[in-house]
Each structure stands twice: as C-alpha cells, then as structure tokens.
T-cell receptor, first 112, second 116 residues
C-alpha cells in the first residue's frame, strides 16, 4: 500500500544553518504531498503542499519540490531560526479525498 | 474564522469505561477525519466521513471503536471498554471537500486520552 518515509530525528542545528529533511513516498496513483508542522504544545498545522510533479510548495522560508522521478518531497530551509524548533511530518494524500498517510515525524531542535 | 475544535482537551478514564470524544469541524467542511497519534505508532488514520456517511472506516482498530457524524457537522468518536493501549492523542481534521478532489486537512488541537 501507499506509504511515506522520512528521515528519523532528532535533527539538531545551530541558528542560521541549512536544513534538509528527507521524505520519500510510494503511491499507486499521483498523490498530493504535504508538510505539516507541530510546534510544542500545539496542533498540526499545514506548512506547505504540492499537488503535481515539479510543483514547489513554499511557506515561511521553507520549500519542497514534488519530484516524481525520485518519489521525493524533501523539506529545505536556507537559514533556520530557534522558532523553527518543532516536529515536521511529511504526508501523502493517498487517493483523493481520503486519509492522509503520514511519515513518523522528524523532531528539529535549533539552538542559538 | 473558527478552526476545528475538539473536546475535552484531556480525558483520564479507568480501564473498562466508555469514552466519547467530540469534534466540531470548520463550518462548511464536508469531509471529516479522525486520526490517532501515539508515541509508538505515529499518526494513524481511523475513519473518514463525507457528509454523514463513513466511506472509509478501515483504520478503526477494533469493534470497540465507533464514530458518527450528524447534520454534516459535529462528530463523536466513541471508545467502549477502554484499554491502556487506547491511550493516545485523538486528532480530528476537516477539509472543504472529499472524494474526487484533494484539499488540505485542517487539524484540531486533539484530545489527550489516558487510560489508567
């Protein structure tokens, strides 16, 4: 069945460092892809999305490009801040309108 | 506007008791989803509603779990005869549309269930 695999954490970075969190998916169709973020003590929030191959989602300095050839949707940010410390989840839509399939989450900790 | 709300925010119950968890989706959202977040299992899908119907119940872990949705709005997840392994955060999400289109899902803050 469909699945999402993301790199295990925790990821520990200094402020202003470059961030990459890898995410790959398996799917029988053409899913939409998402990154959600969960800040400490808060609920899941959509960070960015891409609905078709070669689309780039971006928000708050984060970017991810839907790569069909490598079935990947890696999250990147050029310069992280302490406030980016959170758990990041990669997700696939599965069949349209049905459940999201989540990766296990990657904890990011940024120190000043 | 108002987001997805869930109640209670925390629930502690004794093993064997029944619990009801409530979700109020964003107004006008026709699709509603329940997920469970636990340390060992990550985020697991439980059930999906389109309107008041549940076309996908494949994630419900046992027949102790059931859910309903009324008026195309509020949903209740019921767990009967709770077990310690039911302890988790139960998340509700809603989306403007369901089958045939893909829209992002908006999540509520969750209900933390602890079974003692």
């Amino acid at each position: 069945g469909d699945s999402v695999t993301q790199m295990e954490g925790p990821v520990t970075l200094s402020e202003e460092a470059f961030l990459t969190i890898n995410c790959t998916y398996t799917a029988t169709g053409y899913p939409s892809l998402f990154w959600y973020v969960q800040y400490p003590g808060e609920g899941l929030q959509l960070l960015l999305k891409a609905t078709k191959a070669d689309d780039k989602g971006s928000n708050k300095g984060f970017e991810a490009t839907y790569r069909k050839e490598t079935t990947s949707f890696h999250l990147e940010k050029g310069s992280v801040q302490v406030s980016d410390s959170a758990v990041y989840f990669c997700a696939s839509s599965g069949q349209a309108g049905t459940a999201l399939i989540f990766g296990k989450g990657t904890t990011l900790s940024v120190s000043s | 506007g108002a987001g997805v709300s869930q109640s209670p925010s925390n629930k502690v119950t004794e093993k064997g008791k029944d619990v009801e968890l409530r979700c109020d989706p964003i107004s006008g959202h026709t699709a509603l989803y329940w997920y469970r977040q636990s340390l060992g299992q990550g985020l697991e899908f439980l059930i999906y509603f389109q309107g008041n119907s549940a076309p996908d119940k494949s994630g419900l872990p046992s027949d102790r779990f059931s859910a309903e949705r009324t008026g195309g709005s509020v949903s209740t997840l019921t767990i009967q005869r709770t077990q310690q392994e039911d302890s988790a955060v139960y998340l509700c999400a809603s989306s403007p549309r369901g089958a045939g289109m893909t829209y992002e899902q908006y999540f509520g803050p969750g209900t933390r269930l602890t079974v003692t």
